[in-house]
């Protein structure tokens, strides 16, 4: 009988030539990685570049005249390290705190700027221990490089001194409710820092035109102020807001009905005014009703008016506790008659 050529025990040597190629690409790439695997496992010399990033001293009071900002560093790495650092691209920052202990300070002055530069440097000795503990985080080791400090140039910067106006700030006080006192600004100046040109046009701080509505107890409000610099270049500001603190009470409203006296007046001269008393309506801080009475307030007329030949004279109210807020005195007109 003739062997059937389809029988699992029949060898086709096409197939047999297709599985011992699959074997041996499967060795060979199973030996491709291993190699690759012990390859990158190997630790190399790499250039790294790493940003410095410099703080600890006042942007505001100073300009960067100049600055290290790069370094280059000789480190040790492996391929996987070497490749991490590369495709993800993740800056190696250095972050030096110039007003540290470690940092030396010196000055110098020059024909053209009697002010001086202010020079800070950095041994890359004292911070070389916190470069390596980063970097270990990464898997690179014995790092070095040829430099011997970093150094940060700065110059003082001209400084004007201004008042804070709250002028613009509008309050609209919840009913029954009203200021008590006068309100407080903190900081009550700002220092603006910029060229001299530019400081010179500056002549207010003002806040921003807003509204503080529905107030009804005391307490501190941030204002941002009005960045009238923005506009004047490499100009900023030591505070680009206030907190302005409103004193806040209840208030509670009398009227009282007064005489009105006529200060100075001509004894000789006999008048009858018509009506001779006004009606005053005031609001007064719960915490005042007791203190306050009709006493404590003075309606006066100008007897000058009436030598003036005027019809009629204008009351005033001419004495009041500091912290009653006037609502209305009436009539605003009182007529007289001279009796002979």
């Known amino acids: 009988m003739a062997p059937n050529p389809h029988s699992p025990t029949t060898g086709d040597p096409p197939v047999r030539r297709v599985r011992h190629i699959n ?5 060979l790439l199973l030996t491709a990685a291993v190699w690759l695997v012990l390859s990158m496992s190997d630790y190399r010399d790499y250039p790294l570049q790493a940003r410095v990033a410099m703080t600890g001293y006042d942007t505001h ?29 993740q800056p190696v920052i250095l972050t030096l ?9 010196h000055s110098q002055t020059t024909p053209g700027n009697p002010a001086g530069h202010h020079c800070r440097a ?39 001194t201004l008042p804070v106006s ?9 009913d029954g409710y009203g200021l008590y006192g006068q309100p407080t600004v903190t900081p009550s100046e700002i220092t603006l820092y910029g060229p001299q ?6 002549t207010e701080l003002p806040v921003c035109h ?18 009238v610099w923005q506009s004047l270049g490499d100009v900023s500001p030591s505070a680009d807001k206030v907190l302005v603190d409103l004193p806040v009470e209840p208030y509670v409203e009398r009227t009282y009905t007064l005489p009105v006296a006529l200060p100075g007046i001509d004894t000789t001269l006999r008048l009858h005014l018509y009506p001779d008393r006004v009606s005053l309506q005031v609001w007064i801080a719960r915490r005042d009703i007791a203190s306050v009475s009709a006493r404590s307030f003075e309606v006066t007329a100008d007897p000058a008016d009436i030598l003036a030949g005027n019809p009629h004279l204008t009351p005033r109210l001419a004495r ?20 002979k």
């Open 122 to 160: 950095v041994a890359l000795a004292d911070c070389s221990e916190t470069l390596r503990t980063q970097l270990a985080r990464r898997g690179v080791r014995n790092v070095s490089t040829s430099r011997d400090s970093l150094r940060l140039t700065l110059v003082p910067r001209a400084s004007k």
């Open 23 to 27: 074997g041996f690409l499967v060795i």
């Open 61 to 89: 009071r100073f300009a960067v005249l100049d600055r290290d900002s790069t370094l280059a560093l000789q480190v040790q790495a492996n391929g996987f390290s070497a490749l991490a650092l590369g495709l993800r691209r």
């Open 197 to 202: 040109q530019a400081l010179d046009r500056i």
């Open 166 to 174: 709250i002028a613009p700030l509008q309050i609209a006080f919840a």
């Open 97 to 105: 705190d110039m007003s540290a202990d470690i940092v030396r300070h």
């Open 210 to 227: 807003m509204v503080l509505s529905g107030i009804a107890a005391g307490g501190a409000h941030s204002v941002p102020l009005e960045p």
């Open 320 to 339: 009041f506790p500091d912290h009653v807020r006037v609502k209305s005195l009436s009539p605003s007109e009182i007529q007289y008659v001279i009796i």
